[in-house]
């Protein structure tokens, strides 16, 4: 699995114009899963992303997580994550799992978050989203399981 993290003043989501989804401090969290995943993959990225040093201490360093700052996350499934771009001028998805499975290890990414009693927000699995963010930096980094 691999999930782009960025550290957020908020976000939200949206579906066919109306928000669905809203959050303040923390991280929005885009989740990529690829075929050969698993459920034990699912939880080590949720568990790295949630001990992530990646928001300020107050001295400029990043040296607190979602979990010490009590921040809330965003999780937006995105397949475009496992995209092959390195032929031609269309994404291949070959290494991208088949929706079914990727929703169940989805499901399992948002269950295992919520284990560590964060707030959890999500979007639609498969659905047209449009995502709505001020990345606070900014930071972006790429998480992998």
């Known amino acids: 699995m691999i999930a782009v993290v960025q550290r957020v003043k908020g976000a939200s989501c949206s579906v066919n114009e109306e928000v669905i989804s809203r959050t303040g401090d ?7 899963v690829g075929s050969n995943d698993t459920i034990n993959d699912a939880n080590k990225l949720a568990e790295k992303c949630v001990y992530l040093r ?5 001295n400029g360093k990043m040296n607190f997580s979602l979990m010490d700052i009590n921040g809330e ?5 995105q397949v475009t994550l ?14 991208a799992s088949p929706p079914d499975c990727a929703n169940e290890l989805y499901r ?16 639609i699995f498969g659905a047209h989203m449009q995502i709505a963010l001020v990345n606070d930096g900014p930071v972006t980094l790429i998480v992998e399981s």
């Open 26 to 32: 923390g991280l929005l969290i885009l989740v990529g």
């Open 54 to 58: 990646c928001f300020d201490d107050g």
């Open 73 to 77: 996350c965003m999780v937006i499934s």
């Open 82 to 95: 496992l995209a092959d771009t390195s032929r031609g001028r269309r994404p291949d998805f070959s290494k």
């Open 108 to 123: 399992n990414f948002v269950d295992a978050l919520k284990r560590f009693d964060i707030k959890v927000k999500e979007g």
